[in-house]
């Protein structure tokens, strides 16, 4: 068994507007380790240290160029429509409703958030009040299923987009979107774009005309 402690130092890329901006960052974490569980652990001139930063800055690289992917996305969508870029950076992070309302300066139920479900034979997204949970009883009996929602990971194969920055445009699949009812008489509302980091504000109508969505009512209320 190998154990100890271990600092790591390394660069990573932050979104900074239109750009990317490098960010030193630190961890320093223990480690214990056996033998036959890391590569090379056995031999002599085995540098954990690199090879941990090595994995990390790479795991990191892949997970930004991915968010940075997303969000083209869904810009793209709009433009490849002739549409104006909807799509603003947020001051703050909108990693939950409440911080998004916050940021955007406008209430929870403005907020449109996008989520995703695994039916039996599909994969689907809903797009509903920020405030409001789904109902349960009103998914099954709609759906004749119950509500079970994708994994992190789940969502970010299926959709292409992160958990946060979930909405129903670039969708990596062609994945069947509905709207919930409970954001039908909204003027407008904001959904993520792609990352928790950016967001768009559109009339519920247009959401439902650009991507077919069909309304339903699976929200408590």
């Not at 930004?64 to 969000?71: D, G």
């Not at 009040?129 to 004749?144: M, Y």
């Amino acid at each position: 068994m190998m154990s100890g402690n271990l600092k790591l130092d390394f660069k990573v890329l932050i979104p900074a507007g239109n750009t990317w901006k490098i960010r030193h960052m630190s961890i320093q974490s223990s480690y214990s380790l056996s033998m036959g569980r890391f590569f090379y652990m056995n031999a002599a001139k085995f540098n954990l240290k690199y090879h941990i930063m090595l994995e990390l800055k790479n795991y990191l690289i892949k997970k930004l160029e991915e968010l940075k992917m997303s969000v083209e996305s869904v810009v793209n969508y709009f433009l490849d429509r002739g549409m104006e870029n909807p799509v603003f950076k947020l001051q703050d992070s909108g990693a939950t409703v409440q911080q998004a309302a916050e940021t955007i300066h406008t209430e929870p139920k403005y907020i449109a958030k996008t989520l995703a479900f695994k039916l039996k034979d599909e994969d689907i997204v809903i797009v509903m009040r920020g405030d409001l949970r789904v109902s349960n009883k009103k998914f099954k009996k709609f759906f004749k299923t119950k509500a079970r929602m994708l994994d992190h990971d789940e969502v970010l194969e299926v959709t292409g987009h992160p958990v946060g920055g979930l909405c129903p445009f670039g969708l990596k699949n062609p994945i069947k979107v509905y709207l919930d009812k409970s954001i039908k008489d909204f003027q407008y509302v904001y959904p993520a774009a792609g990352s928790k980091e950016f967001a768009l504000k559109i009339k519920p109508e247009i959401i439902s005309n650009l991507v077919n969505g069909e309304w339903i009512d699976v929200c408590e209320d």
